[in-house]
C-alpha cells in the first residue's frame, strides 16, 4: 500500500471516527445525567440531516442547518418530556425497550414523510469533484468540514461544561443527582436539557458528514452500534475517551475495508463492540474501580 | 389434572379453528396461522429467558436463521454430480438422501431434511454456547447490546455471503417429508398438514416449558431472576443455568427456523435481521414477561396481523410503537394472570 | 480442628484496605461474633469468606481443612455454608413457600431437561422438597404466609423467611448477617432464642450483629474489628471490659488507621 492510500484510508478513518465521537458524547451526555443508554442516538444524526436537506429547498444552508439542529433538539426534549420524565423508577431493561421503540417509531416516521430514497446536503463549500491535496492524498473540502465541526463540538462543550453555571450544574446533576436538587438545581430541567444538546450536536454531525455519507432513513442504526461501541471502547461517561476512541475505531473500520469485503465493514466494529464488553467493559481509558464514578 | 385443562383448551382451539376455516372456505387463513405458530415458537422460548431468567436478548432473530440457512444450505445442494462419491453412497445406503426434481425439472440429489434438523440444532447448540459464555456475564445495557451485536453480525454473514445466497437469500428448499404422509411445504394440498404439525409442535414446547417453570431448575432460573446474588447464595450455579437456558430457547427458534424454511420453500436475510428480533422482544413485552400463554396468544395474534398485512406499510413502526406503550403502561403486559392473593 | 479457620484475610478496593491481615477461627459448634464499629469490614469479611469477593493474595480461608478463598459462592453453598445478607434477599415475584423450596436446591437434583420431561424422579423429589420447606416454615412459625408474594411481606416476617431459606440448606456454618437489623426489642429476642436453638441443633454460627444486647447474651465468643483489622477476641465478659474495645466504641480517639 502507497502513502498515500494509507494516508487516504486515515482521513476516511478520522472522518467516520469523529462523527461516531459525537454520537458517543451524545450517547454519555445522556447517561450521565439519567443512567440511561438512549438507543434513539442514531436517529438525531438521521434526522439532522433529512430535516436540513429538506428545508435547503428554501433557505440558504447555514439557515437550513440551523433549523434543522433546533428542530432536533425539539424533538429529543420531546422524547425527554413524554416518554422519560414521568417514568417512576424504570427498570434497565424498560429503559432499553423504550429506547429502542423509540428509534424504532422515529425511523418509521421518518420513512412516511420523506421516503426511501438516499440523500444529501449540498456540500458546504465545493463540489462532489473539488478536492484538495493534503500530504499527498486527495480529500474533499467536505472532510476539512467535518474535522472542523467535530472539534469545534468537543471544544465548545467542554467549555460549556467546565466554566459556564449551567454546565456545571449539569455535572453536579450527573455526579449526585440528590445532591444537586439540594443546591437549587433544577434536576428535571438539566435532565431535558441533556436530551436537547446531544440531539443538536448529533444533528449537527449529520448535517456536516451528509454530503459525504448520505443521508437515508436508514443510517440512524448502524450510527447508534457504531458510537455505543465508541463511547464503550472510550469508557461510559468519558467524553475525552469517546474522542480517543472514536478516531481509533474509525481509523481500524477504514483499514479493514482493504482487507475484508466491504459488506464485512460492520461485523469489524461490532466484533470490537462484542470484544470491549466481554474483556474490559470500562473501555480503554476508564479503570474498572472508576467505572462507577460518572465524568463527563 | 387441572394443570392439563390450558393444554386441552388450545388443542380444541386449534382443531376449532381449522374446522372453522374448512366450514367458511377461508383456508387460505391456516397458512398465515400456520406461520405465526412457528414464529410463535421463537417467542415462547425468549419468553422463558427474557420472563422467568430476565435476561434480555435483541438478537433472538440470529438463532431461527441459524437454523433456518442451515436447512436451506444443506437441502438445496445438489449431491447428484458427486453421486458415486464414497460419502455420498454412504449415506444414501443410510437412507439419508432422497432423489427428486427441483422446479426447473433437473434431477436433484439432496439429503434428507431430517439430516439438517439435527445440524441445525447441533450447529445453534454449539454457537449459542459460545456467544452465550461471555455474553451471559454482561447486564443490562451491555447485554442488550451484545445480543444485538451478535444479531447484526449473524444477519450480515446472511446478507453478504454468496453460500447464503446474499441478498436474494436461498430457494427451491425441498419439502420435509415427516412420516406418514406427513409432509411440510407450501403446497394447498400439505396445508393442513402444516398446520397440525405447527400447532402440536406448540403444544409440546409449551408443554415441556410449563413444567419446566414449576420444576427445581426453573424455581433455580426465577431465583436467579429474583435476586442473583442470593441464588449463588443457595448453591445455585447461576452461569450454568443462564447459559443452559440461552442454548434452550436458541434451539427452539433453530427448530422452528427449519420448519418455516420447508413450509416457505426458502429464506432471506430478513429473517436475521434486527426487526425480527425486536418483534420477538415486543410479542414477549405484550403477552407479558413471565408469561408463556399470554407470549403465545399475543404472538399469534401479532404476527398474523402482520402476516395478513393489516399493519399495512407501518408494520416496523406498530412493532416499535408496542414496545414503547408497553414498556411505559405496562412492563409487566396486558395478558398478565393475576397472582392469588391473600 | 476448627471448623472454620481465616488466615491472614486482606481485602483492599483501590487504596480503601477495607479488611487488614485478620485471622481467627470458629470452632464447631460455638457462635462466635463479629461487633465492630460501621465500616470496620465485617460484611467484607463475610463476603470473602462466603466467595462472593475474592481476597488479596496471601489469605486462606479454611472450612474443615480445605482451602474454600478460591470458591465461586455457588460452591462455597455446597460445602456446607449458608448465609443471610444485611440487606434482605428475598426473591421477588416468587412465594414464601417457593423461596424456601430454592433453598432446598443443593437437596435434590433434578436437571434442566429431567424438569422439562417432568420424568419420574422429580415427582417425588418435588414432594420431598415441598414437605421439607414446609416444616421449615412451620419452624420458624409462618407456616400461614407460604403462599404468599415474598415481597409483600413484613419486615420481621421477610427476616424469618430468609432464615427459613437458609436452614434449608442444611448447613454446617451459618453466616448470619446482622440478623436483627430493623428489628424491634421483642423480635430481637426471638431472633436470640432461634439462633441458640439453630446452635443447639448442630449448626456453627458466625454472626455480626449491632445489636449489643443480642450479641453478647448469645456469642460463646467475640471478635472486634475496626478499621479492617481485629482488636480484641475473647469471651464476651472479657471483651466488655477491654480497654481498646472501650476506647473504640465511647472514646474520644478514633483507632489509628
Redesign the interface.
Known amino acids: 500500500m502507497s502513502l498515500a492510500l494509507i494516508i487516504q484510508y486515515l482521513f476516511s478513518g478520522i472522518t467516520s471516527g469523529g462523527i461516531y465521537a459525537i454520537v458517543a458524547i451524545g450517547f454519555n451526555i445522556i447517561y450521565n445525567s439519567t443512567g440511561i443508554?438512549n438507543f434513539a442516538q442514531g436517529e438525531f444524526v438521521m434526522l439532522g440531516g433529512m430535516i436540513a436537506i429538506s428545508f435547503c429547498h428554501y433557505m440558504p444552508l447555514p439557515a437550513a442547518i440551523v433549523c434543522a439542529v433546533a428542530i432536533t433538539a425539539l424533538v429529543g426534549a420531546l422524547i425527554e418530556f413524554v416518554?422519560i420524565r414521568w417514568?417512576k423508577k424504570?427498570?434497565?431493561?424498560?429503559?432499553?425497550?423504550?429506547t429502542?421503540?423509540?428509534?424504532?417509531?422515529i425511523?418509521?416516521?421518518a420513512?412516511?414523510i420523506w421516503d426511501e430514497k438516499v440523500r444529501s446536503l449540498p456540500y458546504f463549500t465545493g463540489n462532489e469533484i473539488s478536492s484538495i491535496k493534503l500530504l499527498g492524498a486527495y480529500i474533499s473540502p467536505q472532510v476539512l468540514w467535518v474535522l472542523f465541526t467535530c472539534a469545534a463540538i468537543v471544544i465548545c462543550l467542554n467549555l460549556f461544561f467546565s466554566y459556564t453555571l449551567t454546565g456545571r450544574s449539569m455535572r453536579a446533576c450527573s455526579a449526585n443527582r440528590t445532591a444537586a436538587a439540594l443546591c437549587g438545581v433544577n434536576v428535571r430541567n438539566m435532565v431535558t436539557l441533556s436530551f436537547m444538546i446531544s440531539a443538536a450536536i448529533g444533528a449537527l454531525a449529520g448535517c456536516v458528514v451528509s454530503p459525504i455519507a448520505q443521508t437515508h432513513y436508514d443510517c440512524g442504526?448502524p450510527l447508534a452500534?457504531k458510537g455505543?461501541t465508541v463511547a464503550?471502547l472510550g469508557g461510559l461517561g468519558n467524553s475525552t475517551g469517546a474522542v480517543a476512541a472514536g478516531l481509533i475505531l474509525g481509523i481500524i473500520e477504514a483499514f479493514s475495508i482493504s482487507l475484508l469485503?466491504s459488506?464485512?465493514k460492520?461485523?469489524v466494529t461490532?466484533?470490537i463492540?462484542?470484544l470491549v464488553?466481554?474483556f474490559r467493559?470500562s473501555g480503554l481509558f476508564g479503570s474498572r474501580?472508576a467505572g462507577a464514578l460518572k465524568e463527563f | 389434572m387441572r394443570q392439563a385443562i390450558p393444554f386441552c383448551v388450545f388443542a380444541a382451539l386449534a382443531i376449532a379453528v381449522q374446522m372453522i376455516t374448512a366450514l367458511t372456505g377461508t383456508d387460505y387463513f391456516l397458512t398465515q396461522i400456520t406461520m405465526s405458530g412457528w414464529y410463535a415458537l421463537v417467542v415462547m422460548g425468549l419468553c422463558m429467558l427474557?420472563g422467568y431468567a430476565?435476561q434480555?436478548s435483541?438478537g433472538h432473530a440470529a438463532f431461527f436463521a441459524i437454523g433456518g440457512y442451515t436447512a436451506a444450505v444443506l437441502t438445496t445442494m445438489n449431491l447428484l454430480p458427486c453421486k458415486n462419491g464414497a460419502f455420498v453412497k454412504l449415506l444414501s445406503g443410510m437412507g439419508m438422501t432422497i432423489a427428486g426434481t427441483n422446479s426447473w425439472g433437473t434431477d436433484i440429489l439432496y439429503l434428507s431434511p431430517w439430516l439438517s434438523l439435527i445440524a441445525a440444532v447441533l450447529i445453534s447448540v454449539f454457537t449459542a454456547w459460545i456467544i452465550g459464555i461471555?455474553?451471559l456475564?454482561?447486564?443490562?445495557?451491555?447485554l442488550?447490546?451484545?445480543t444485538?451485536?451478535?444479531g447484526?453480525?449473524i444477519y450480515?454473514?446472511a446478507?453478504?455471503t454468496p453460500l447464503f445466497g446474499g441478498a436474494d437469500g436461498l430457494s427451491d428448499v425441498p419439502p420435509f417429508r415427516l412420516f406418514a404422509g406427513l409432509v411440510i411445504d407450501g403446497s394447498r394440498t400439505h396445508r393442513l398438514a402444516g398446520y397440525y404439525c405447527a400447532m402440536a409442535m406448540i403444544l409440546v414446547v409449551i408443554v415441556m416449558l410449563s413444567n419446566l417453570v414449576n420444576s427445581r431448575a426453573g424455581r433455580a432460573l426465577r431465583a436467579i431472576h429474583g435476586n442473583e446474588e442470593a441464588a449463588q447464595a443457595m448453591g445455585i450455579d447461576t452461569a450454568r443455568y443462564k447459559l443452559n437456558l440461552f442454548v434452550l430457547s436458541a434451539v427452539i427458534a433453530a427448530i422452528a427456523g427449519v420448519f418455516m424454511t420447508h413450509y416457505n420453500g426458502g429464506i432471506g436475510p430478513a429473517e436475521a435481521g434486527?426487526?425480527k428480533s425486536?418483534r420477538y422482544?415486543?410479542i414477549v413485552?405484550v403477552g407479558g414477561m413471565a408469561n408463556l400463554w399470554g407470549t403465545l396468544v399475543a404472538g399469534m395474534v401479532l404476527n398474523f396481523l402482520s402476516l395478513r398485512g393489516y399493519f399495512g406499510?407501518?408494520d416496523?413502526?406498530v412493532?416499535?410503537?408496542?414496545?414503547?406503550l408497553?414498556?411505559?403502561f405496562a412492563?409487566n403486559g396486558i395478558l398478565v394472570k393475576r397472582r392469588k392473593r391473600q | 480442628m476448627p471448623l472454620l479457620e481465616v488466615k491472614n484475610l486482606s481485602k483492599s478496593?483501590?487504596g480503601l484496605h477495607a479488611v487488614r491481615d485478620v485471622s481467627f477461627a470458629v470452632e464447631q459448634g460455638m457462635i462466635k461474633g463479629v461487633i465492630g464499629p460501621n465500616g470496620a469490614g465485617k460484611t467484607t469479611l463475610f463476603n470473602c469468606i462466603a466467595g462472593s469477593l475474592q481476597p488479596a493474595a496471601g489469605s486462606a480461608v479454611l472450612f474443615d481443612g480445605g482451602p474454600i478463598h478460591r470458591l465461586p459462592p455457588h460452591a462455597v453453598a455446597r460445602k456446607g455454608i449458608a448465609r443471610t445478607f444485611q440487606t434482605i434477599k428475598l426473591f421477588a415475584h416468587m412465594t414464601v413457600l417457593e423461596n424456601v423450596m430454592v433453598g432446598c436446591h443443593l437437596q435434590s437434583r433434578g436437571s434442566l431437561m429431567a424438569g422439562m420431561l417432568k420424568l419420574p424422579y422429580t415427582w417425588k423429589e418435588e414432594r420431598t422438597v415441598r414437605a421439607a420447606a414446609l416444616e421449615l416454615l412451620d419452624k420458624m412459625g409462618i407456616l400461614s404466609l407460604a403462599d404468599h408474594d415474598a415481597a409483600h411481606l413484613a419486615f420481621g416476617q421477610q427476616r424469618a423467611v430468609e432464615f427459613a431459606r437458609a436452614l434449608a440448606l442444611k448447613p454446617r456454618l451459618l453466616l448470619l448477617d446482622e440478623p436483627a437489623s430493623g428489628l424491634n426489642i421483642h423480635e430481637t429476642a426471638l431472633v436470640g432464642g432461634l439462633i441458640r436453638r439453630i446452635r443447639d441443633s448442630g449448626v456453627t454460627v458466625l454472626i455480626v450483629e449491632h445489636d449489643m444486647s443480642l450479641i453478647m447474651s448469645i456469642s460463646d465468643e467475640l471478635m472486634v474489628l475496626c478499621f479492617g483489622q481485629k482488636i480484641a477476641e475473647g469471651k464476651p465478659r472479657d471483651i466488655q471490659r477491654d480497654p481498646e474495645v472501650i476506647r473504640v466504641y465511647l472514646g474520644e480517639e478514633s483507632c489509628s488507621a
Do not use: C, W
Open positions: 443508554i416518554f417514568l424504570p427498570n434497565v431493561l424498560q429503559m432499553v425497550i423504550i429502542i421503540g423509540l428509534s424504532i417509531v425511523r418509521e416516521a420513512l412516511n442504526t452500534i455505543f464503550i469485503p459488506a464485512f460492520d461485523v461490532i466484533t463492540l462484542l464488553l466481554f467493559p474501580e | 427474557m430476565g434480555i435483541i461471555p455474553v456475564r454482561l447486564k443490562g445495557h451491555y442488550a447490546m451484545a444485538l451485536g451478535f447484526t453480525i450480515r454473514i446478507l453478504g434486527v426487526m425486536i422482544v415486543a413485552a406499510s407501518f416496523d413502526a412493532f416499535g410503537a408496542v414496545l414503547i408497553m414498556m411505559v412492563p | 478496593f483501590g
